[in-house]
T-cell receptor, first 109, second 119 residues
């Protein structure tokens, strides 16, 4: 059974810091891995999608890596801003998406 | 980009009533739609998968008679919570996938969610 874990569960950092969010999954037989952002009471915003054959994807200040063999992905956020405050979810795709429990990020001004 | 619209965004109703949530794909034909439930500070859990014109496939532990899913057209799926009780209060999110967007390499498009509160 696929399980997805995110560490840390919560993170509070001062503005400007670079930070890393971690996602681990137990079964490496995935099609892709996707990182999402969720603001309180809102739906999901897709940030980055990494295919199983890819190692990383970049979009602006965000960089996501995937090591399928070890069951790990990281989301790197450069020069964090207060507007980055949200919950970040990773999800692995088999025949369905299985979501991690998320990391609640707070960036302090 | 692809847009998925969910309505209503928030609903409060009395225990025992039925509530219908709509999920529409606005600029593509959604052959497959997914319904998720999210409890506070928890992750999203898939409830069911529906393909246009056929019966939904429910995940283990989800009562199909309580959570009725209809996917009668390529742009609309509905989730009806029947005889709702306070424990059904949750955040419900739909997601849609178009034709040709197979399992492997396409992102799913998510609605903004519906917050359901049962008094």
């Amino acid at each position: 059974k696929q399980e997805v874990t995110q560490i840390p569960a919560a993170l509070s950092v001062p503005e400007g810091e670079n930070l890393v969010l971690n996602c681990s999954f137990t079964d490496s037989a995935i099609y892709n891995l996707q990182w999402f952002r969720q603001d309180p009471g809102k739906g999901l915003t897709s940030l980055l999608l990494i295919q199983s054959s890819q190692r990383e994807q970049t979009s602006g200040r965000l960089n996501a890596s995937l090591d399928k063999s070890s069951g790990r992905s990281t989301l790197y956020i450069a020069a964090s801003q207060p507007g980055d405050s949200a919950t970040y979810l990773c999800a692995v795709k088999t025949y369905k998406y299985i979501f991690g429990t998320g990391t609640r990020l707070k960036v302090l001004a | 980009g692809a847009v998925v619209s969910q309505h209503p965004s928030w609903v409060i109703c009395k225990s025992g009533t039925s509530v219908k949530i709509e999920c529409r794909s606005l600029d593509f034909q959604a052959t497959t739609m997914f319904w998720y439930r999210q409890f506070p500070k928890q992750s999203l859990m898939l409830m069911a998968t529906s393909n246009e014109g056929s019966k939904a496939t429910y995940e283990q532990g989800v009562e199909k008679d309580k959570f009725l899913i209809n996917h009668a057209s390529l742009t609309l799926s509905t989730l009806t919570v029947t005889s709702a009780h306070p424990e059904d209060s949750s955040f419900y999110i739909c997601s849609a996938r178009g034709p040709g967007q197979g399992y492997s390499n396409q992102p799913q498009h998510f609605g903004d969610g519906t917050r359901l509160s049962i008094l």
